[in-house]
């Protein structure tokens, strides 16, 4: 059984860590947050002084944003200097393909293995990484995957496997624009049909009846946003602000996550940044247009995903 260290015990760590301890892995942990980090300690992890002292046979980072994955690996005691010949790295943080291209290099100049990744919850990470019901998607040489997806799998219900470190960054943030535009021109809608009288909720009924299933799925999930589940906008901007970096580098237009991202800058700019991206559209969407969409919203259960028997699954190009 392969020793584990984990950096970050945020919103995702924190569940993470339990799961891991409950699966009977040795776990190091590390964390600024004092608070967080006794709690894993109470339930039989064991608290290191600094990043490098976390570093284990795998090494779990957590942590919001590319600034403090660079910082926890690249600092003063960080992982880098606590890695050796054979150790396995992936990194599930919140950060962009060139930082796991960036994150790759570096630590194979110390013959240790990176892999990229990304966790996905159908609804709140508080709620459903307990109980197991999420996926992991993972990057790298099959050789190096296989037994990282092996220990994963024990904490995750599902793990994909993709070729490369940097594609579970880049497909994350692809979900994400998927999702925000999504959500604006939603919001822009049942503004439209309210601003006439027309009730949404009978607007989504129509679109169920018809049979424009796709459609109907991004209606409900909208008009159930209050349940606040998901990503909060302040993760869905930096995303965006993500994307637009690596296509100003790539030199191609985006003009329509451009135009979202302004909007989504305008959301943040009223104090929305908290609220999942469909709840600050809505609230947005009134402010611009002066109407009221309180009765638009409806109530939703949180809900967690169907138990399914775990596994592993391989996509290639």
């Not at 307990?130 to 296989?146: D, H, K, N, Y």
């Amino acid at each position: 059984m392969p020793s584990i260290g984990l950096i970050g015990l945020g919103n995702a760590g924190v569940p993470v860590a339990e799961r891991i301890l409950a699966r009977g892995y040795p776990l190091t942990v590390f964390d600024i947050d004092a608070t967080a980090l006794n709690r894993v300690v109470q339930q039989g992890a064991r608290a290191a002084l600094n990043a490098a002292a976390a570093v284990s046979d795998i090494t779990l980072i957590l942590l919001p944003s590319a600034i403090e994955v660079r910082q926890a690996i690249f600092g003063l005691d960080g992982v880098l200097s606590g890695v050796h010949n054979g150790s396995t790295v992936i990194d599930l943080s919140g950060t962009d393909p060139d930082c796991a291209r960036e994150l790759q290099e570096r630590l194979g100049e110390k013959q240790a293995s990176f892999i990229g990744g990304t966790i996905h919850a159908n609804g709140a990470p508080a709620l459903v990484i307990p109980q197991g019901r999420f996926s992991i998607v993972i990057g790298g040489q099959r050789a190096t995957l296989e037994p990282a997806a092996k220990f994963l799998n024990q904490v995750a219900q599902t793990i994909i496997c993709l070729p490369e470190p940097w594609m579970p960054k880049a497909f994350k943030i692809a979900i994400i624009l998927y999702a925000t535009t999504n959500n604006i021109i939603t919001a822009e809608i049942c503004s439209w049909l309210a601003a006439q009288g027309a009730d949404p909720k009978i607007f989504l009924k129509l679109l169920q009846t018809t049979g424009s299933q796709a459609s109907a799925t991004r209606m409900e999930e909208f008009l159930k946003r209050k349940n606040n589940n998901g990503g909060a906008l302040s993760n869905s901007y930096k995303d965006f602000r993500q994307a637009l970096s690596t296509a100003a580098k790539l030199e191609i237009p985006m003009p329509l996550a451009s135009m979202a991202n302004q909007i989504q800058e305008m959301g943040r700019s009223c104090g929305f940044t908290r609220l999942n991206s469909p709840a600050a559209m809505g609230e947005l969407y009134e402010l611009l247009t002066g109407v009221d969409l309180s009765a638009t919203a409806m109530d939703a259960e949180k809900k967690v995903g169907t138990e399914q028997d775990p596994r592993v699954v391989y996509l290639t190009e």
